[in-house]
């Protein structure tokens, strides 16, 4: 069964950051294309930036320039360095599964507990 487990989140000020890390089990890194999601309450999760196994990446347009997804394949995990952040950042944060090659939403059933970020002075 998948396992994925996030960590790093946070209450930081804005323009303030944050690193977000995705631990997963088995070699789910050496197979998938992954990416970070996240979700407010009442609204739909989205997905805000992938990476394929072979590290291209792409971003939601709201991100772009601010967040940075990376990942290292050899231990299983996942990052997102988040810079800039901005009240409307506030979400949880999950990762999972995204299509290759065009990075786009196509996660598991399975869901990790996320990561709370939140960003308000």
């Known amino acids: 069964q998948v396992q994925l487990v996030e960590s790093g989140g946070g209450l930081v000020q804005p323009g303030g950051s944050l690193r977000l890390s995705c631990a997963a089990s088995?070699?789910?890194?050496?197979?998938?294309?992954m990416g970070w999601y996240r979700q407010v309450p009442g609204k739909q999760r989205e997905l805000v930036a992938g990476?394929?196994?072979?590290?291209?990446?792409n971003y939601a347009a709201s991100v772009k320039g601010r967040f940075t997804i990376s990942r290292d394949n050899a231990k299983n995990t996942m990052y997102l360095q988040m810079n800039s952040l901005k009240p409307e950042d506030t979400a949880v944060y999950y990762c999972?599964?995204?299509?290759?090659?065009?990075?786009?939403?196509?996660?598991?059933?399975?869901w990790g507990q996320g990561t709370q970020v939140t960003v308000s002075s």
């Open positions: 999972n599964r995204v299509s290759s090659p065009w990075l786009g939403a196509l996660p598991f059933d399975y």
């Open positions: 088995g070699s789910i890194f050496s197979i998938y294309a």
């Open positions: 990476i394929s196994v072979g590290g291209r990446t």
